[in-house]
């Protein structure tokens, strides 16, 4: 299978072409992953740390890896993208730019959810150790996921104070990752046993994008923007124009 990821959900433009053929079995359950060489797999793949921009630089990116792999867009099985929680500008840039190739492409597109993207590679590890995957919502919110050392999910995507992030201390001693890990290591219960290991990468990696993405069902529309809470600029009052 062949697959273009992108991802411009957070503070990164990114995207890459896999090829799962390389790779032989891998999926295990729900999401989670086994003996994966992504490197070995990855055709081509750029990312460019940003945390504006995305609209400007995403189609130049998606060309030249696309270029750099020797493939076109009539050769992609499917295409997968970061589909939230994140960035709302950001979020609508790479969401529009995969719905608009997979439909000129006549291929699916699939969404993956930034919090999945960011544990993936600690669920590829395994073990009994949860997993805490946290966005900074700013605000003392986070995004964040739970999921079990085998990448089962112990609690959805939500959002939520800090101290309710905290709380996954029942499950265990975790693996926290994502830009918001310091901030739940900072608060976490002194009572329960310190975090295993705080990992705070500002974006997933593309090539774990790309693998969900070939793990995901295609029979339903999944590449929709993923919003845990409305966005923070809304329409001053009065602004809206008559109906004629």
Not at 55 to 64: D, G, Y
Not at 122 to 149: C, K, S, T
Not at 178 to 183: F, R, S, V
């Amino acid at each position: 299978m062949l697959i273009l990821a992108i991802d411009t959900a957070l503070e990164a433009c990114s995207a890459a072409v896999l090829d799962t053929a390389a790779a032989g079995d891998g999926f295990a359950g729900d999401g989670a992953a086994v003996e994966i060489d992504c490197e070995r797999t990855l055709i081509a793949s750029e990312t460019l740390p940003m945390k504006r921009g995305h609209a400007e630089a995403l189609m130049p990116l998606i060309a030249r890896v696309m270029e750099r792999a020797q493939t076109n867009f009539a050769a992609l099985d499917r295409i997968a993208v970061t589909v939230g929680p994140g960035s709302f500008t950001g979020l609508r840039v790479g969401i529009a730019a995969a719905r608009g190739l997979a439909l000129a492409a006549a291929r699916p597109a699939v969404g993956i959810t930034t919090l999945a993207a960011l544990a993936a590679p600690l669920a590829a590890e395994g073990g009994p150790d949860p997993i805490v995957a946290a966005i900074d919502a700013r605000h003392g919110q986070v995004y964040f996921q739970v999921l079990g050392g085998n990448g089962t999910t112990l609690i959805r995507p939500r959002i939520g104070p800090i101290e309710e992030a905290t709380r996954a201390a029942r499950f265990g001693t975790p693996r926290l990752i994502g830009n918001a890990a310091p901030l739940l290591a900072a608060a976490w219960p002194a009572q329960a046993p310190a975090p295993l290991d705080i990992d705070p990468r500002p974006a997933p990696d593309i090539a774990w994008v790309a693998w969900l993405g070939a793990a995901t069902r295609t029979d339903q529309d999944s590449a929709r923007p993923l919003y845990l809470r409305p966005p923070d600029a809304r329409p001053a009052a009065g602004a809206a124009l008559p109906r004629r």
